[in-house]
């Protein structure tokens, strides 16, 4: 299976802060990413798909890059709702996996 | 609005087999386009995408949990439902059911159900 590694596992930050969060994949997956944001009790929501399309009705201050092996996902302005933990995850190939998450904590 | 409803057992006994439903609201899984899919997340968070299948009843299942799992669809009630037998101890986590959307080829799963925790437990 393809391992998808986000780092860091978890970071502290502060409203209004500008936040990057990494993952790479084991193995080139092209732009095959996606990228869910999961707050505490819920089921996960679609942020990006595709490695940089915003879903529709997620803020623009969220956004997405990469391709190959490595991928970010930014907050440009962190906000109070937007504490939670975050997933990649690649569908390039046949079994689709996720990455273990990182938790955005204040 | 569409939305998935999940259904089923929360408490489930060592080598029995668990029965999960998941009913699409307001779209039709008949219309195609989308793939039906299952995931679970242990108490850790870790995500495990089980498996999927189409309106047609195409299925395909996560290597590691194949010998196990079945996946079927029922579009009279615009359903498609999980089984996974043999269930352990380690089968104990949160089941979610979602659609696969697509674009350009890249999958991605963009509606979810609301999810179903599911302890194995004599």
């Known amino acids: 299976d393809i391992q998808m590694t986000q780092s860091p596992s978890s970071l502290s930050a502060s409203v209004g802060d500008r936040v990057t969060l990494t993952c790479r994949a084991s193995q080139n997956v092209a732009t095959n990413v996606n990228w869910y944001q999961q707050i505490s009790g819920g089921a996960p929501r679609l942020l990006i798909y595709a490695s940089s399309t915003l879903q529709t009705g997620v803020p623009s201050r969220f956004s997405g890059s990469g391709g190959g092996t490595d991928f970010t996902l930014t907050i440009s302005s962190l906000q109070r709702e937007d504490f939670a933990t975050y997933f990649c995850?690649?569908?390039?190939?046949?079994?689709?996996?996720f990455g273990q998450g990182t938790t955005v904590e204040i | 609005q569409e939305r998935l409803q999940q259904s089923g057992p929360g408490l489930v006994k060592p080598s029995q087999t668990l029965a999960l439903s998941c009913t699409v609201f307001?779209?039709?899984?008949?219309?195609?386009?989308?793939?039906w899919t299952w995931i679970r997340q242990y108490p850790g968070k870790r995500l495990e995408w089980i498996g999927y299948?189409?309106?047609?009843?195409?299925?395909y299942y996560n290597p590691s949990l194949r010998s196990r799992v079945l996946i079927s669809v029922d579009t009279s009630k615009n359903q498609f439902s999980l089984n996974l037998s043999s269930l352990t101890a380690a089968d104990t986590a949160v089941y979610y059911c979602a659609r696969v959307g697509a674009v350009v080829g890249i999958r991605y799963f963009d509606l979810w159900g609301q999810g179903a925790q599911v302890t194995v437990s004599s």
């Open positions: 307001n779209a039709s899984i008949s219309s195609g386009g989308h793939y």
């Open positions: 995850q690649q569908t390039y190939y046949s079994t689709w996996t």
């Open positions: 299948i189409y309106y047609s009843g195409v299925t």
